[in-house]
């Protein structure tokens, strides 16, 4: 399968300048992040607010700089790419934002929206051929073609997204950055979005990043995901393994303190474990993990694959795995 994105040892360090004097302090958001997202296929992000989610989207948009590593989008590395160099990579890759409230401009019509990417690559010049290529786009997002001279602001949230995707899906792109799509929805109308990206997926083979707080929507709809802690992969493996046998006690955290109706009623583990005392240990994770042993504090932390599908980077997990 063709690698559309290849993320390589990325890492993104936001510098704050002091206003007037001391040291820039430097935010390390993204280390050394490693992912691919071949063709035709669903890669999910998953993990808490503030991990490095969207900075790992605005990087792939070539909204925030690369620190270092490399990201290369159809086997183009896109570092230090002038604006004119990524004109024909914004063809390729379209952006979903969380809010279609804040992404539509509420003073455009839906037609508006829709063609303006058109218009700025010159496509379906032809006003016979636009008419008919909008109609058939609206459609393939469940929308009428009704809706075409109205504005924005007179739709819902799940038709407003609906307009989001087409708007994204104009330029036909291969690759859909998708960061968190549906998290401002509610859940019925959640679920015919979800629906619609599976259909669109299939149809147009699309890669798709898809940045999620949900595991319950990154099951339903990712072939493959990957967990964020503090900018790193802590595990990554097809959808059905990692529900299967989640493996990094962070997963297993996220996993326990996902909601449902079968625990009502009982306790959810919400409030992750916290020992002070663990913090400047070689892993990260040390001090929010359960399960942390004395070899946590000094051991190198990488991920390394357990089984064909499946990676982790937490040295207890990767021992017991080898004494299996
Ligand atoms: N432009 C910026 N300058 C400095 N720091 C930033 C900037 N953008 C993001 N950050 C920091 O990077 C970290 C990660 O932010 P990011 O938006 O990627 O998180 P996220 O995982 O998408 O969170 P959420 O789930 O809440 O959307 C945060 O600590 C944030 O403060
Ligand atoms: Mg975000």
Same mark, same amino acid.
């Given at each position: 399968m063709t690698a559309r994105v290849e993320i390589s040892q990325l890492s993104k360090t936001y510098v704050h300048k002091?206003?007037?004097?001391?040291?820039?302090?430097?935010?390390?958001?993204?280390?050394?992040?490693?992912?691919?997202?071949?063709e035709n296929r669903v890669l999910g992000l998953v993990g808490e607010s503030g991990c490095g989610k969207s900075t790992l989207c605005k990087v792939l948009l070539g909204i925030e700089e690369i620190t270092a590593g490399t990201v290369k989008i159809n086997g183009q590395d896109i570092k230090g790419l002038s604006a004119t160099?990524?004109?024909?990579?914004?063809?390729?890759?379209?952006?979903?934002?969380?809010?279609?409230?804040?992404?539509?401009?509420?003073?455009?019509?839906?037609r508006q929206l829709v063609s303006e990417p058109l218009d700025i690559h010159q496509l379906h010049t032809n006003p016979a051929e636009r008419e008919k290529f909008l109609k058939e786009l609206m459609l393939s997002v469940g929308l009428s073609e009704t809706y075409l001279p &109205?504005?924005?602001?007179?739709? $819902?949230?799940?038709? =407003?997204?609906?307009? #989001?995707? %087409?708007?994204?899906?104009?330029?036909?792109?291969?690759?859909?950055?998708?960061?968190e799509p549906v998290s401002a929805l509610d859940v019925s109308v959640q679920a015919q979005i979800l629906n619609l990206l599976?259909?669109?997926?299939?149809k147009r083979k699309l890669?798709?990043?898809?940045?999620?707080?949900?595991?319950?929507?990154?099951?339903?709809?990712?072939?493959?995901?990957?967990v964020m802690y503090k900018g790193q992969i802590v595990e990554q493996a097809s959808s059905e393994?990692?529900?299967?046998?989640?493996?990094?006690?962070?997963?297993?955290?996220?996993?326990?303190?996902?909601?449902?109706?079968?625990?009502?009623g009982s306790c959810l583990k919400a409030?992750?474990?916290?020992?002070?005392? &663990?913090?400047?240990?070689?892993? $990260?994770?040390?001090? =929010?993990?359960?399960? #942390?042993? %004395?070899?946590?504090?000094?051991?190198?932390?990488?991920?390394?694959?357990?089984?064909?599908?499946?990676?982790v980077m937490c040295i207890t997990k990767i021992q017991e795995k080898k004494n299996d």
């Open positions: 002091p206003w007037l004097w001391g040291k820039p302090q430097e935010n390390p958001v993204l280390k050394n992040v490693t992912l691919t997202i071949p160099a990524w004109q024909p990579l914004r063809r390729v890759m379209q952006v979903v934002y969380q809010d279609p409230y804040a992404s539509l401009d509420p003073r455009m019509t839906v &109205r504005y924005a602001h007179e739709f $819902s949230g799940g038709q =407003r997204q609906r307009i #989001a995707i %087409a708007r994204a899906l104009a330029l036909d792109p291969q690759i859909l950055i998708a960061d599976k259909e669109i997926k299939q890669s798709i990043l898809f940045v999620t707080h949900d595991f319950g929507v990154a099951r339903f709809l990712c072939d493959e995901i990957a393994e990692l529900f299967a046998h989640p493996l990094h006690p962070y997963t297993q955290q996220l996993l326990a303190a996902v909601p449902s109706v079968a625990k009502n409030h992750p474990f916290f020992t002070s005392g &663990r913090e400047g240990w070689s892993c $990260s994770f040390a001090s =929010r993990c359960s399960q #942390a042993q %004395a070899t946590c504090q000094f051991a190198s932390c990488s991920l390394r694959q357990v089984t064909p599908n499946h990676q």
